[in-house]
């Protein structure tokens, strides 16, 4: 790797001098927020609402009375001691003291048992500078706030250690560094670490830290616990519905015990020779891809993170003069990806935020795919990227800027309160890093004076600054043969010369879709009384439409601001594609993906996402085996134009052969085992295969194969006929209203009556035994499912026992295959409800070479379970849990709403919903014993059919 000094930059970042003087300034024993007078105007420093203060032993306290949400504490133990305090025969073991503390204590062996009640939760998180636990319990609760408060002294100092908790623990730090897609993350891991290389910084070495955890050193563990866990590196953080006068008390009475250590270790130190500083330079790389054949280069350009350490009036005109530019830029990144070949392959503006360098800087990442590696071809690639950067960076104006510091400001105006957990965050970093943490309308003022005064002058020198590639720029480029990239000569020969090139700016988009109603042509004709509606006592409306559609609509309560005023659907009827055309069938089933690349009617797909973010519209369509499936969303005043858009999509398929290709290409990656995952869904995907053989699965031939003509055929005879679908409609409207509207919207969809012939769903589960291996590409660990159908009746109280003893299954997977998992999953599910057959099933990974142990321990708790039942103690509790969260599920919503998934599930079955939700709750309380959930363990947790399927990588094919 060699450099290109351009010039050097002046250095970013302050020293840590003012946060010294600051804290030792302004921490006294006993001193509160209250009594600190004259707080300089740059200090900005803390809400004088908080009760803040410090004991003589230097031990931090953070009290605030809140009530977002209400009738809640959090409770918060900050230690400012992270990942850069280890030493090298620590590595990874600030992580692990961490799960170990968060695991049990002196005085609370198991805190997942003490923190597992309605509204309770507690977690906790490593980072670079500091350690963080945290508990949320209900404040009516008195005896288990004392228990919090105890617990929160556990943490600072009450550390219970034997070797079964480390060994626990060691698995589940070493299953969280696993991953699913290690390719991504390896790459990942490649970039952070090449951005480090030229500085001094830490860098943190996978392999290392993975070995260091394994061969587990007590007496290095011990010393990092001894050296870090002390008063003086401590902060208690609660706020919520407490009494600040008796919560300050409790603190001193439980914290002031604590001792620091003779000659303690300076912990700013450790945090001080992490600083990175940018040095105007730019670095080329080369790495060897022994994966993708194909030559790619990640251009990396970096700038401070202003946002790291806010705490006075520059520091914020610095973060917000970013603010903008991030907001300004995303525009004119818009302007890029609304084409169908952009310059790059990829552009993310805020890569990795908070995590390069510790958060102390920044990184916009392009990349680009090299389709050959003659040089002509990779000089005039990486020509248009880097130009194409130069364009998004000109032609700011005065009107961009105005709009640009009006959505900026939209984060801060009429804000008196923030929620509970956003006083926390602010706060531990006011502890951690001595952050600023005003009142929100203090904060609010400062930054309307702030934005008021920055001018476009100001924001263009900033602006042009982060154009320039030429410096403080990393250029990485992969490849499988590394004689294929340019040599360095000749790379800093080509950033010259593209960096002496003009540049003109963008022109501007056209004019924004105004409204699809033109477009969608919906007919008008509707006798709006021509139709029956019934309401019934839990305030469920349906309607049925003259044209066979189907409207079911419940009402609900957001359940914070943030959901106000919005509208969702969930549409769905049973599937008809039929089986008897392979290659129909496929074209039918990719249709919903198809749409989003080719868009609709005379609109593009770019178009269209326009429209559907500037509406604050979400539409998504999907098939499963059962059902054809729509699902959206608006605010009130926009749900017209997401019935517009539903309407073209379905009845006005766009032919559009680039956006197709661009389609096919993504599906190609997916296929290959590279397309984004989120989840381990790709493994549900290839079970259904085994259960359902009958179901056509997508394959590389198949997709070669696959033209345009053919999915827009099976989109017209498929999916523009709204026959049979079922509307369910949930939000916060008013039902007066929407109702006629609504009604007279979906009255002229068509919904022709058609006779359907040839095998669509209805496939017989198979209740038998499996036993299969399943192989992936691009996986590095065990994944495990195993299944123990049964078929029972789908009386309510059977489901309820049966929920229960899912969740009785849950917790003992959770508490017996930590050791060896991070997540592991035990549940229950019904996969077929019209035949009556339930699941209870367990999932979890495994490093390879353990997946068998894993197995034995998973199917030791079923059948313990099966054996032994529950305890009444339990049973009591959870059922007061289940009862709980029922009723908080379905009286508001939020980012999830019960109701839409419960309706339909109910609804396709026949079942009386109105029965069931008014009776669950008291037959839970009242009606079930704890002979009955024992009995039906025995019945029910049977291995008769138990299905198990392995997933390995794919080179463990030939192995096996």
Known sequence: MTAINFRTIN???????????????????????????????????????????????GFTYYLRKNDVPSNRIELNMVVKAGMYHEDKDQLGYA????????????????????????????????????????????????????????????????IRINQKSIAVEQAAVLGEMRTINPYRDWKSRVIHKKILEPTDFKTFNFKKEKTSIQNFNPDSFLRFYQDWYRPDLQAAIIVGDINLDNTELEIKRLFSDLKVPENPKNAEAYVNAQKFELDGEIWFTSVLDSVRSNLRSTILRKQPNYSYNPSSKSDYRSFLIQELYWLLIEEKQNQFEQQRHPPYSNLNLNYRRNLLGGGQILASKMEIDFETNDTTHMKKRLEKTMLAWRQMHLGITSSDLEKGKKSLMQKYTERNSYPSSEWISRLKDHFVKGSAA??????????????????????????GEQAALNKNTDFIFFSEKIESIPSDEKLRKWIREISAKEVTPLKPLPPPIHSLAKAANIPNKVNKNDFGQKENIIGVTTIKLKNGIKLVLKPTKPRSDNFKNKISFQ????????????KKYLATKVYPEVIRYTGAGPYNKFELERFKNEKHLNINFRQTKDFQLITGSS????????????????????????????????????????????????????????????????????????????????????FNNFQDYTFIITGGFNKSRLIPQIVQKLSNFPARREVFSGKTTGFDFPLKKIDDTLYFKNINQAFVNLYYPVKVTRDLKTQAILRLLSRALG????????????????NGEWLDTKNGIFTFFIQFNSELGNEEKMIRYAREEFLALKEKGVEREWLEKNIAKEVKGFEGRFNNFGYGNFWPEYLQSKLVVGENYVQDILQYGTLLEYFISLEEINRAAKRYLTEENMQKFLSLPESRKQVN
């Open 635 to 718: 605010t009130q005043e926009s749900w017209n134009e997401l019935f517009n858009l539903l309407y073209l999509y379905m009845n006005n398929p766009r032919k559009d052969s680039v956006g197709f290709a661009g389609w096919k290409a993504q599906k190609k990656e997916q296929l290959s085992g590279f397309g984004l995952r989120g989840s381990t869904s790709f493994i549900k995907n290839e079970i259904l295969t085994k259960w359902y053989p009958q179901l056509p699965k997508m394959r590389m031939k198949d997709l070669e194969n696959l033209t345009e003509e053919e999915v827009i055929n099976a989109s017209k005879k498929w």
């Open 811 to 826: 917790d003992r997977i959770r508490k017996r295959l930590r050791d060896g998992c991070y997540a592991p999953i035990g």
């Open 571 to 582: 549409a769905f009827r049973s599937n008809r594609n039929p089986l008897k055309n392979r």
């Open 11 to 57: 250095k970013t970042y302050k020293s840590y001098f003012f946060l010294a003087a600051f804290l030792f300034l302004c921490i006294g024993s006993g001193r509160t927020q209250e009594n600190r007078k004259g707080l300089k105007e740059e200090s900005l420093q803390l809400d004088s609402l908080v009760r803040y203060g410090s004991l003589d032993n």
């Open 438 to 463: 005003p009142h929100p309308s203090v904060e609010s003022k400062l930054v309307s004076e702030i934005l008021e005064q920055i001018s476009l002058r100001e924001m263009t020198a900033f602006i």
């Open 95 to 158: 992580h692990l003291l961490e799960h170990v503390l968060a695991k049990g204590t002196k005085n609370f062996p198991s805190l997942d048992a003490k923190f597992s009640g309605p509204a309770q939760n507690k977690s906790a998180k490593t980072g670079y500078t500091f350690t963080w636990y945290y508990a949320t319990i209900p404040s009516q609760n008195k005896p288990l706030y004392q228990d919090g408060l105890q617990v929160l002294r556990d943490w600072a100092r009450g």
